[in-house]
């Protein structure tokens, strides 16, 4: 496993993740703060889509300076397969209707992943576990939407979930904002935050106030573990 991303799925230290970058410039400024990791979104209905030729001109030099997470949805498997193997992107991270053969497949050849779950009921856990993924990301239930709401999830039914034996990590999404980031993590204490709209000014562009702002709080957090 990559060091960056074995870091980020320590269960002991949370960790922060922001989504939804669209240029070199935003993406290079989050390294330099010190950001966990950045999600590159590759499906063009997104508003925060990032066309492959773009993410090119820059990814490359952000290796081993943040985790670069390829967000993909209902995309042909060749896609994250090319990415990840020729080392542009550290993970994936299957945002959409990828059934358990599609994952596993993934799982059976040994490239990282997360897959996404849009959560409303706890029923919605249920086969969290079998798509053997290296994190599961908990974000709202927001069918054709995939991800980038706004909407909060039921933290507790996170930490509940949490709680159960042979869990894989879980990555926190949907609604997370400065101001509510510590209480999402100490309720739901999953061991990183994913944030897309609460980290903008606009879908796409980055609001570097709030991204220091949750940074803050996560490392304030991440001391008190320590």
Same mark, same amino acid.
């Given at each position: 496993?990559?060091?960056?991303?074995?870091?980020?799925?320590?269960?002991?230290?949370?960790?922060?993740?922001?989504?939804?970058?669209?240029?070199?410039?935003?993406?290079?400024?989050?390294?330099?703060?010190?950001?966990?990791?950045?999600?590159?979104?590759?499906?063009?209905?997104?508003?925060?889509?990032?066309?492959?030729?773009?993410?090119?001109?820059?990814?490359?030099?952000?290796?081993?300076?943040?985790?670069?997470?390829?967000?993909?949805?209902?995309?042909?498997?060749?896609?994250?397969?090319?990415?990840?193997?020729?080392?542009?992107?550290?993970?994936?991270?299957?945002?959409?209707?990828?059934?358990?053969?599609?994952?596993?497949?993934?799982?059976?050849?040994?490239?990282?992943?997360?897959?996404?779950?849009?959560?409303?009921?706890? /029923?919605?856990? +249920? =086969?969290?576990?079998?798509?053997? &993924?290296? #994190? %599961?990301?908990?974000?709202?239930? @927001?069918?054709?939407?995939?991800?980038?709401?706004?909407?909060?999830?039921?933290?507790?039914?996170?930490?509940?979930?949490? /709680?159960?034996? +042979? =869990?894989?990590?879980?990555?926190? &999404?949907? #609604? %997370?904002?400065?101001?509510?980031? @510590?209480?999402?993590?100490?309720?739901?204490?999953?061991?990183?935050?994913?944030?897309?709209?609460?980290?903008?000014?606009?879908?796409?562009?980055?609001?570097?106030?709030?991204?220091?702002?949750?940074?803050?709080?996560?490392?304030?957090?991440?001391?008190?573990?320590?």
């Amino acid at each position: 496993m990559h060091p960056l991303l074995h870091s980020f799925l320590a269960c002991t230290s949370p960790s922060l993740k922001i989504c939804g970058v669209t240029n070199p410039a935003e993406a290079d400024q989050l390294a330099q703060l010190g950001i966990d990791a950045l999600g590159i979104n590759f499906w063009p209905e997104s508003r925060r889509y990032c066309p492959l030729n773009t993410a090119r001109e820059f990814l490359p030099s952000l290796q081993d300076r943040i985790l670069r997470v390829g967000v993909f949805v209902n995309a042909e498997p060749d896609l994250p397969r090319s990415l990840l193997s020729s080392g542009l992107i550290d993970v994936a991270q299957f945002h959409g209707d990828e059934d358990l053969a599609y994952c596993n497949a993934f799982a059976q050849e040994g490239l990282p992943f997360f897959k996404a779950i849009g959560v409303e009921h706890a /029923d919605d856990l +249920s =086969t969290a576990s079998r798509y053997h &993924a290296n #994190g %599961i990301l908990l974000d709202a239930h @927001a069918p054709g939407v995939y991800g980038g709401t706004g909407r909060v999830i039921d933290w507790k039914m996170v930490a509940g979930f949490i /709680d159960q034996q +042979s =869990t894989p990590p879980v990555i926190l &999404a949907g #609604g %997370i904002t400065p101001e509510n980031a @510590a209480e999402a993590l100490l309720t739901s204490r999953a061991c990183a935050l994913d944030v897309a709209s609460g980290a903008e000014s606009s879908p796409g562009s980055k609001d570097f106030s709030k991204v220091s702002s949750l940074l803050e709080t996560v490392c304030s957090l991440r001391d008190k573990a320590d």
